[in-house]
């Protein structure tokens, strides 16, 4: 277990003060015993007064610590010691700018609590290797928490490292296949299964259950993105089982891959009725049917509120984006990793699932009031 540093600092002190009374034999001669105990009873009252007044004084200025509108999960106490929290995430697609928002207003919060967060670029490569060099690099750092997305299979031993380290380990946004107990205390997401599902109703609606599709993808490797198609797939099966799917391409969260996959669809496939994205840079699709005129006739299913998704719902080529609350997300996951390094908590259920809703071109209004502002 690593000691802070005022943790040390407390041993020197105490330390010199045991010194201090071993060598007090030799003290003032009119010194009585007597003299002595008084003053120690005096002084220790004093320490006392003095501890409980900052104690009462630091938890009265947590309780007025107001919960920020990114997060639903408030710190339960505020950490006598100085806590650091290292949060670590990629940046291939405007889906992190508001990852990072959430963590840009827990850094904020708990600074009230004795706490700071640090941040560590992972890049843009979403793969098993990215994470674990990174993880490599912040272990080595020891800081008490380490919140993270894994994303891919492979990652599990290095989140391990992490625990075994004696670092509290939180998972957030997606891990990988192997969702066992591998050290992390919790995990922070949306349910990635009913996302697909939710997206298969729109859909379902949107062709009449009839009709060609066609599916990019981020990574068929990458446990959320899969568990979005392959929830898109079964309910559609239920829903409409006559609706083809004429084409699955990876576009590795990239804008123009997604775009020029879009293209090629659209293009194999004049009579495609909708393109499901289950990634990042789905604007990509939605610029493709755009320029290609066919707005109205080829609706884009995708993922998040991102101001380029918002974009293209209020102009209609996004006939539904699904949200998964990034902001809450991140910042619930690193409050989460501070109430377990400082009290110990755990939660009951490891996966904490953030609310998702749905932005259509027919609800923009509703749901977002100030979209005209987002897509400036």
């Not at 298969?200 to 899969?226: D, P, R, S």
């Not at 027919?362 to 009031?369: Q, S």
Request: aromatic share 6%; net charge negative; charged share 20%.
């Amino acid at each position: 277990m690593r000691l802070s540093r005022k943790k040390v600092l407390a041993m020197v002190l105490a330390t010199g003060l045991i010194m201090a009374s071993l060598s007090g034999c030799g003290g003032n001669p009119g010194e009585t015993d007597s003299t002595k105990t008084n003053e120690t009873a005096t002084q220790e009252a004093a320490t006392t007064q003095e501890t409980a007044a900052t104690d009462t004084e630091t938890t009265a200025d947590t309780a007025d610590v107001a919960l920020p509108p990114e997060g639903d999960v408030a710190a339960m106490e505020a950490s006598k010691d100085p806590i650091v929290i290292n949060f670590m995430s990629f940046n291939n697609n405007p889906f992190w700018d508001q990852i990072n928002e959430g963590r840009d207003a827990v850094t904020k919060y708990l600074k009230n609590f004795n706490c700071t967060v640090e941040y560590t670029d992972m890049g843009s490569d979403t793969t098993a290797q990215a994470v674990n060099n990174a993880l490599d690099v912040v272990i080595v750092k020891e800081p008490d928490g380490i919140v993270v997305c894994p994303m891919a299979d492979g990652t599990e031993a290095y989140v391990d490292k992490a625990a075994k380290a004696e670092i509290s380990v939180v998972t957030y946004l997606s891990e990988s296949t192997n969702q066992g107990d591998f050290g992390r205390i919790a995990f922070s997401g949306s349910d990635a299964i009913t996302g697909g599902q939710e997206a298969a109703k729109k859909i379902a609606e949107y062709t009449g259950g009839t009709g060609k599709i066609g599916v990019i993808t981020g990574y068929l490797t990458m446990n959320q993105h899969e568990q979005r198609r392959n929830g898109m797939l079964d309910e559609l099966a239920k829903l409409a089982p006559d609706i083809q799917v004429v084409a699955t391409v990876e576009a590795h969260d990239s804008t123009e891959q997604t775009y020029s996959a879009a293209k090629d669809m659209l293009t194999a496939n004049p009579d495609l009725k909708v393109i499901y994205c289950t990634a990042g840079g789905p604007y990509g699709a939605a610029q493709a049917v755009k320029e290609m005129g066919l707005t109205g006739k080829v609706g884009v299913v995708c993922f998040d509120w991102v101001p380029d998704n918002v974009k293209y719902v209020a102009s209609g080529e996004i006939i539904a984006a699904v949200s998964q609350d990034p902001q809450a997300m991140a910042f619930n996951a690193i409050v989460m990793c501070y109430n377990n390094i400082v009290t110990g908590w755990k939660p009951d259920t490891i996966i904490q699932t953030t609310e998702s809703d749905i932005l259509t071109p027919e609800n923009i209004a509703e749901k977002l009031p100030n979209y005209q502002d987002i897509i400036k």
